[in-house]
């Protein structure tokens, strides 16, 4: 993963969803990349083929 991200993992939001997409991108390997959404309630993970997924924060009241 290339991308450095300031501030440092788990210092900006007490529990961030975007840290988590962060650690997936890097366990799953060099070609992966990650960045941070919105207030660190969304993370997107970026796929060696070019490809993104977004995790993110579902409220209850959200689902149907």
Not at 20 to 28: D, N, P
Not at 39 to 61: K, S
Request: contains cysteine; glycine residues 10%; neutral net charge.
């Amino acid at each position: 993963m290339t991308t450095t991200y300031v501030p440092a993992p788990g210092t900006e939001y007490r529990y961030a969803v975007s840290d988590i997409a962060r650690k997936a991108a890097k366990l799953l390997g060099q070609s992966w990349d990650s960045e941070s959404g919105y207030w660190g309630v969304t993370g997107q993970i970026h796929t060696p083929t070019g490809d993104t997924v977004t995790i993110g924060v579902i409220t209850r009241a959200t689902c149907t």
